[in-house]
């Protein structure tokens, strides 16, 4: 079983950054794939971005390249999300996921844990 907490959310002008951390407990963090994902009012949850056990392979949604970057400290238990040059239509609760699988995969349904998300708004 693992516990994820988001945190990092918050309100912020267009153009700006944010980083986004999510804590896991125990002992095997590691060997999770980890995933982060959007959800608008009104729409479905979207990938962001995920990243393998040890940090070597990542992928983003398309539309989010080159803006936001995903990492890991194994050694804290926590991903992070670094979100730059964020628009308006980057508002959106965020979550966090983690996966029992080397596979990456952008599919929600296939993360076996999930945060409870962090609110992130951004105004024009």
């Known amino acids: 079983q693992v516990q994820l907490v988001e945190s990092g959310g918050g309100l912020v002008q267009a153009g700006g950054s944010l980083r986004l951390s999510c804590t896991a407990s125990?002992?095997?963090?590691?060997?999770?794939?980890m995933g982060w994902f959007r959800q608008a009012p009104g729409k479905e949850r979207e990938f962001v971005s995920n990243?393998?056990?040890?940090?070597?392979?990542?992928y983003y949604a398309d539309s989010l390249k080159g803006r936001f970057t995903i990492s890991r400290d194994n050694a804290k238990n926590t991903l992070y999300l670094e979100m730059n040059s964020l628009k308006p239509e980057d508002t959106a609760v965020y979550y966090c996921?983690?996966?029992?699988?080397?596979?990456?995969?952008?599919?929600?349904?296939?993360?076996?844990?999930w945060g409870q998300g962090t609110q992130v708004t951004v105004s024009s």
């Open positions: 125990g002992r095997t963090f590691s060997s999770y794939t």
């Open positions: 990243i393998d056990g040890i940090g070597g392979r990542r």
């Open positions: 996921a983690a996966r029992r699988s080397t596979l990456l995969t952008a599919t929600p349904q296939l993360y076996d844990y």
